[in-house]
């Protein structure tokens, strides 16, 4: 009896034995059929982010087209001359910003078309340097319209430059948002600022608006962060109007104390002045912002 249970106990674990194997077959199959599906999940939005991204960049080429178009042609038409363009299709039904007095003013002829087909078109920011070349818009009405929104209102990862909406749009303030692409367009340059030898390269900023051609010179460029409520920081970003001498001196003093380096340009009450601002990895909430004054 002993020597038959002996046997059938080694027959028992022999089998154990052979099964072993297939278990970790099994186990394996598992785990390469989940990282298969992985793989296929990631590739196809890689995929699709970068057809959309591909796609995006030709909205903005094709808008630049426009203005390059517009400037060739003369004389420059004046606010109601020239062809009247339906809404591209699908876009959302707008209004021209309450606060727009400077559309009462001629409008350089460049811009034109581009004020036609969307209202809400406030002006263009040129930077080659560092490859920004976009149309800026402006709807106070709709806080970060255009945030997922194209040029047309479609949906956009890349989204398009926008000014807070809090900002007066004759005002001496202008804070423009946009987004970090990974593809390094929109704004996904606009951090190379931390490196001074960026900024010697590209001291300049150039944003029209649609009445005036405007060159800003770079004051400060610094890393940050939204801050907590109750929580000590230069909240640059909640800043909307610098009419106010103290409220603007402050704001200057405390850019040129967060600047990661001087580029010997100051500002004194009277100047105007441009924000450029988006994401930044460095921190939770992190913001990269390039302050700079108008020199033309």
């Known amino acids: 009896m002993e020597e038959k249970e002996t046997g059938k106990g080694i027959e028992a674990g022999e089998q154990k034995k052979r099964k072993k194997p297939y278990l970790v077959l099994q186990i394996l199959g598992v785990l390469f059929a989940l990282m298969f599906i992985t793989f296929c999940y990631a590739g196809y939005h890689l995929a699709k982010d970068l057809i959309s991204d591909k796609k995006d960049q030709q909205g903005f080429d094709e808008l630049s087209a426009i203005v390059a178009a517009d400037t060739q042609s003369a004389p420059a038409p004046s606010a109601n001359e020239g062809e009247n363009l339906p809404p591209a299709e699908n876009s959302p039904e707008q209004t021209a910003p309450e606060e727009t007095e400077y559309r009462d003013q001629e409008l350089l002829g460049k811009y034109l078309t581009l004020s036609e087909m969307n209202p809400e078109f406030f002006g263009w920011l040129y930077l080659e340097g560092l490859g920004i070349d976009h149309p800026v818009m402006y709807s106070p009405s709709r806080p970060q319209y255009y945030l997922n929104r194209d040029f047309y209102g479609k949906d956009s990862i890349s989204g398009i430059p926008f000014i807070e909406e809090r900002c007066p749009a004759g005002g001496n303030f202008y804070l423009i948002y946009g987004h ?87 500002a004194v009450y009277g100047d105007e002045i441009l924000v450029l601002t988006t994401c930044s990895h460095h921190t939770t909430d992190g913001r990269f912002a390039v302050i700079a004054k108008r020199i033309k």
């Open 180 to 266: 970090l692409m990974k593809n390094k367009t929109v704004f996904g340059r606009l951090p190379e600022y931390a490196d001074a030898e960026t900024w010697r390269q590209n001291p300049t900023i150039r944003f029209d608006t649609l009445t005036e051609e405007r060159e800003y010179a770079v004051m400060a460029c610094f890393y940050s962060r939204i801050y907590y409520e109750g929580e000590p920081g230069f909240r640059y970003y909640d800043y909307y109007d610098l009419s106010d001498e103290n409220v603007f001196n402050t704001f200057v003093a405390q850019a040129k104390a967060e600047a990661l380096y001087d580029t010997g340009v100051n």
